[in-house]
């Protein structure tokens, strides 16, 4: 139908006429043609018939695609682009081309190419970006094109690519993507995998190796020895600043975020209050407590530590709220998360909270105390109740709990990996 479709719309507009000067226009087997190639042109030049299906604009100067470079040509279904001096590809300047079968881009100086882009090319077929300047590709880049049957990612400057980039081409059967600088690491280890299982043709093998690190260089990949890898694991645990003591409004909290992983893990602090949120990605504070290379600067809210320690100086209301460790490696990312919150009791819905975790204590499970830590049986049991309230210390109808001083911690903890 969609076939159909265009060659009615090839019919409709055929009686536009005109063409580029520079260009040659007519027809040949059906199609439409529009050859621009060799003509020492710097941009796209204006005036194609909109019947045209095929265009050539290879070996030429052209710089940069601007969005709507190709609005003139909706029908087209080949484009040539090879040999020229293209370094960015705007976003939206190929989004027009829903019928575009065919699509060169190779041989150019491409370093900024908008992926988004080929979600609007379904009907794709073949794809060739080889021989340019690409690092990332983003793991949905091929997401829409089931159809498409050839892929030539082969030389450009990619390091790694994401798990799961070639998930959504059920129809390919050929790909190169050799004479990459691959740095081969835990986060490249599934394309090995993915490469061996595969019915793709991958020629070139021998040629898909590492560039670093420095022990794995110009090794395939297909070669590549055991590595020890590991996804992230958290435990986010507290701890007070002085243990049995006497705890009022504005002490100090302490969080530690436990990390494990290879390779070893990158963490984010992510905290939510009444006032706004906070992320920090790295280290705000030495080991002592202050701001590195800044002398006499104040010390910060939330102070962040290298070994995943989060200490809130004078907490009260206003740090009330959820605090989340995040670790990221090649592998994944996992979270755990606390919310903290300062009550009294006589507060009804607090006291109601208080005693819900009470009871979870008392069944062993969901919390830990101070003195007694306990594995957490669900995501819900993530929060931790600082009670202000009398001096003298009181045990719960279980004797199960004690009030120490005039506080009572409960501790649960979210260990998430995904």
């Known amino acids: 139908m969609k076939q159909l479709h265009l060659l009615w719309l090839a019919g409709f507009l055929g009686s536009v006429s005109g063409c580029p000067e520079v260009c040659d226009c007519g027809e040949k087997y059906v199609f439409q043609i529009a050859d621009c190639a060799y003509r020492d042109l710097q941009s796209v030049p204006p005036g194609f018939p909109a019947n045209v299906t095929t265009l050539s604009l290879s070996a030429n100067r052209l710089g940069d695609l601007e969005a709507g470079a190709f609005e003139e040509v909706p029908l087209l279904q080949s484009?040539?682009?090879?040999?020229n001096e293209i370094r960015v590809v705007a976003p939206g300047s190929l989004t027009s081309l829903v019928y575009l079968k065919s699509l060169d881009l190779s041989h150019?100086?491409?370093?900024?190419?908008?992926?988004?882009?080929?979600h609007n090319l379904s009907a794709l077929q073949l794809l060739k970006m080889d021989s340019n300047e690409l690092a990332v590709i983003p793991r949905d880049a091929f997401k829409n094109l089931g159809?498409?049957?050839?892929?030539q990612l082969n030389h450009n400057r990619f390091l790694t690519l994401v798990d799961g980039t070639f998930e959504g081409l059920t129809s390919l059967?050929?790909?190169?993507?050799?004479?990459?600088?691959?740095?081969?690491?835990?986060g490249l280890l599934w394309l090995k995998v993915w490469a061996v299982a595969t019915a793709v043709s991958i020629p070139e093998q021998d040629n898909i190796a590492c560039s670093s690190p420095p022990f794995l260089k110009g090794i395939p990949l297909g070669r590549l020895p055991p590595l020890h890898c590991a996804p992230p694991t958290v435990q986010l645990t507290y701890q007070p600043n002085q243990d049995g003591a006497e705890l009022r409004d504005g002490f100090v909290l302490a969080l530690h975020c436990d990390t494990d992983g290879q390779p070893p893990p990158?963490?984010?602090?992510?905290i939510q209050t009444p006032g706004g949120k906070v992320e920090i990605t790295s280290p705000n504070v030495g080991p002592d407590g202050r701001v590195p290379g800044v002398a006499g600067s104040p010390q910060p809210r939330f102070q962040a530590f290298a070994n995943g320690s989060l200490l809130i100086p004078g907490f009260g209301k206003q740090e009330e709220g959820t605090y989340s460790c995040r670790a990221t490696n090649e592998l994944g990312s996992a979270e755990g998360s606390v919310n903290v919150a300062l009550a009294s009791p006589g507060e009804a819905s607090e006291d109601a909270l208080g005693r819900k975790f009470h009871g979870k204590a008392v069944e062993g499970k969901g919390c830990y105390t101070v003195?007694?830590?306990?594995?957490?049986?669900?995501?819900?049991?993530?929060v931790v109740i600082i009670y202000l309230s009398?001096?003298?210390?009181?045990?719960?109808?279980?004797?199960?709990?004690?009030?120490?001083?005039?506080?009572?911690?409960?501790?649960?903890?979210?260990?998430?990996?995904?």
């Open 79 to 83: 484009l040539w682009l090879a040999h």
């Open 108 to 118: 150019n100086l491409i370093s900024n190419f908008s992926w988004n882009d080929l």
């Open 147 to 151: 159809d498409l049957r050839s892929l």
């Open 173 to 186: 059967s050929h790909l190169q993507i050799n004479d990459n600088p691959f740095n081969c690491t835990c």
């Open 266 to 270: 990158e963490v984010q602090w992510r």
């Open 371 to 382: 003195d007694n830590e306990v594995q957490p049986s669900g995501p819900e049991d993530n």
């Open 390 to 418: 009398s001096t003298n210390p009181k045990k719960n109808k279980a004797n199960s709990l004690e009030l120490l001083g005039p506080w009572i911690l409960l501790l649960c903890f979210s260990h998430l990996i995904f």
